[in-house]
């Protein structure tokens, strides 16, 4: 296990905890390897993790800022974890991982961990089914699952012993075992650290093992879904059901209240709720109109027109109209045209180099953004050179500049702060129409 790459790839914004800077252990990692390694497989070894490893700090971020920033519910309670912590937790995250692939033991529809799998390929294996059935004049609906604070409820004993039923025991279980339990955190607001509290439940958020974990914790929901006809995909927490049906089929509502029920039963079994379920409806053709109304406990579920399956809108016509719809993105650019560093360029110029950087730094950002350029290329290079040469803050300055002495030329109002060069004696460059360069003390 090469733990240098391991040290040089967590992000610093994750181990705010430490009383080192990670950019600086990052920089004098080659000499703290043998340290780290030591640690590491200490822990794997023993199967125990330091306490000081599994104190964590929770800062609360908003989920949208356009919502009331005084419910808790609207903040991500994301931890902050020890950057050797983070390290031990990626060598474990690797190895499990093999040992999975390796052996078969993933969910063949769980498209999260897997090499080649992506929410992209989730949501083409689901769209296409879809699109089949539809091609084959069947109706299909698409049920999309939304669980309340899942990972905060993760019952670690049913983990452990699903850990146990996949083949892993003796000293790697009792590592799990340790990782689980004895847990603390605390809460960072405005300045402020509230008291430890233990985490008797769940995980939280922030963990590099938690998704994955929480991926095999719901495992055996497949059976549940396959039992009564439906297909499924899923991403990490995010759960797809479908199925397709002739037009004219009376049973289908009660089959989708069917297996929600016996799927919220498996889910508080599993300590776990069951908060939002999304029903779309795909007809056959524009011409079918399905109106289901499933009744689960005390809500009921109705069609929507539209659903968002993992950042994309789907439209129950399979369009994706409203996905692709450009006035929010008409609206971003809008704001972005707002900050122009354009804005009174004349004033600028003269002004140092080492002025005018910060300038540059601005379209250097979007310019990466743009071709989708890493932060390290340099986007004046060849091919995007040419295209963005006229773009820097120097040359819109020349340009700006240039102007300006266009319009003193035609007799604009700058007229009294520009001044024609008139030389003291005739020379062939009176009839050039030069300009005076005003003195100007350093």
Same mark, same amino acid.
């Given at each position: 296990?090469?733990?240098?790459?391991l040290?040089?790839?967590?992000?610093?914004?994750?181990?705010?905890?430490?009383p080192?800077?990670?950019?600086?252990?990052?920089?004098?990692?080659?000499?703290?390897?043998?340290?780290?390694?030591?640690?590491?497989?200490?822990?794997?070894h023993?199967?125990?993790?330091?306490?000081?490893?599994?104190?964590?700090?929770?800062?609360?971020?908003?989920?949208k800022?356009?919502? =009331?920033?005084?419910?808790?519910?609207?903040?991500?309670?994301?931890?902050?974890?020890?950057?050797?912590?983070?390290t031990?937790?990626?060598?474990?995250?690797?190895?499990?991982?093999?040992?999975?692939?390796?052996?078969?033991?993933?969910?063949?529809?769980?498209?999260?961990?897997?090499?080649?799998?992506?929410?992209?390929?989730?949501?083409l294996?689901?769209?296409?089914?879809?699109?089949?059935?539809?091609?084959?004049?069947?109706?299909?609906?698409?049920?999309?699952?939304?669980?309340?604070?899942?990972?905060?409820?993760v019952?670690?004993?049913?983990?452990?012993?699903?850990?146990?039923?996949?083949g892993i025991?003796?000293?790697a279980?009792?590592?799990?075992?340790?990782?689980?339990?004895?847990?603390?955190?605390?809460?960072?607001?405005?300045g402020?650290?509230?008291?430890?509290?233990?985490?008797?439940?769940?995980?939280?958020?922030g963990?590099?093992?938690?998704?994955?974990?929480?991926?095999?914790?719901?495992m055996?929901?497949?059976?549940?879904?396959?039992? &009564?006809?439906?297909?499924?995909?899923?991403y990490?927490?995010?759960?797809?059901?479908?199925?397709?049906?002739?037009p004219?089929?009376?049973?289908?509502?009660?089959?989708?209240?069917?297996c929600?029920?016996?799927?919220?039963?498996?889910?508080?079994?599993?300590?776990?709720?069951?908060n939002?379920?999304?029903?779309?409806?795909?007809?056959?053709?524009?011409?079918?109109?399905h =109106?289901?109304?499933?009744?689960?406990?005390?809500?009921?579920?109705?069609?929507?027109?539209?659903?968002?399956?993992?950042?994309l809108?789907?439209? &129950?016509?399979?369009?994706?109209?409203?996905?692709?719809?450009?006035?929010?993105?008409?609206?971003?650019?809008?704001?972005?045209?707002?900050?122009?560093?354009?804005?009174?360029?004349?004033?600028?110029?003269?002004?140092p180099?080492?002025?005018?950087?910060?300038?540059?730094?601005?379209?250097?950002?979007?310019?990466?953004?743009?071709?989708?350029e890493?932060?390290?290329?340099?986007?004046?290079?060849?091919?995007?050179?040419?295209?963005?040469?006229?773009?820097?803050?120097?040359?819109?300055?020349?340009?700006?500049?240039?102007?300006?002495?266009?319009?003193?030329?035609?007799?604009?109002?700058? =007229?009294?702060?520009?001044?024609?060069?008139?030389?003291?004696?005739?020379?062939?460059?009176?009839s050039?129409?030069?300009?005076?360069?005003?003195?100007?003390?350093?």
């Amino acid at each position: 296990m090469d733990i240098s790459k391991l040290i040089l790839s967590n992000h610093p914004t994750t181990c705010s905890l430490d009383p080192i800077p990670t950019h600086l252990l990052q920089a004098i990692s080659s000499s703290v390897i043998p340290s780290l390694t030591h640690i590491i497989n200490t822990s794997l070894h023993s199967g125990t993790i330091p306490t000081a490893f599994k104190q964590a700090r929770v800062s609360p971020l908003l989920k949208k800022p356009s919502l =009331n920033l005084a419910i808790l519910e609207i903040y991500r309670p994301v931890s902050l974890l020890p950057f050797i912590a983070k390290t031990l937790e990626r060598v474990v995250f690797n190895q499990l991982s093999m040992f999975l692939v390796q052996n078969n033991l993933l969910d063949s529809n769980q498209f999260g961990f897997k090499s080649g799998h992506s929410t992209e390929t989730a949501l083409l294996s689901v769209t296409e089914a879809l699109r089949l059935a539809r091609a084959a004049s069947k109706s299909s609906v698409l049920i999309l699952l939304d669980l309340s604070a899942a990972f905060d409820t993760v019952n670690h004993q049913i983990l452990l012993s699903t850990l146990r039923k996949m083949g892993i025991s003796r000293t790697a279980l009792q590592w799990f075992k340790s990782y689980l339990s004895g847990r603390s955190f605390r809460v960072s607001w405005r300045g402020e650290v509230s008291k430890s509290q233990l985490l008797a439940t769940g995980f939280p958020q922030g963990l590099v093992l938690g998704p994955l974990l929480f991926s095999i914790y719901m495992m055996s929901t497949g059976s549940v879904i396959q039992k &009564h006809g439906f297909s499924y995909h899923c991403y990490a927490d995010d759960t797809q059901l479908y199925f397709s049906f002739q037009p004219d089929d009376l049973t289908v509502a009660a089959r989708i209240a069917a297996c929600l029920r016996d799927i919220s039963s498996w889910m508080k079994d599993h300590h776990l709720q069951l908060n939002l379920t999304e029903l779309l409806v795909v007809p056959a053709s524009p011409s079918f109109h399905h =109106n289901y109304s499933i009744q689960l406990g005390s809500s009921t579920i109705t069609p929507f027109r539209t659903a968002r399956n993992l950042g994309l809108v789907i439209v &129950h016509q399979l369009r994706f109209t409203d996905h692709i719809a450009t006035r929010s993105c008409r609206f971003a650019l809008y704001n972005i045209r707002k900050i122009r560093l354009d804005y009174c360029n004349a004033l600028f110029a003269g002004l140092p180099a080492c002025s005018i950087k910060p300038l540059q730094l601005i379209p250097n950002a979007a310019a990466r953004v743009i071709f989708n350029e890493s932060k390290k290329s340099s986007c004046y290079s060849s091919p995007h050179q040419v295209t963005l040469s006229t773009s820097s803050p120097s040359h819109q300055i020349q340009g700006t500049d240039a102007c300006l002495q266009d319009d003193h030329l035609r007799g604009t109002n700058i =007229n009294s702060l520009v001044q024609t060069y008139v030389p003291s004696r005739s020379l062939r460059s009176a009839s050039e129409w030069r300009l005076l360069v005003p003195y100007q003390r350093g």
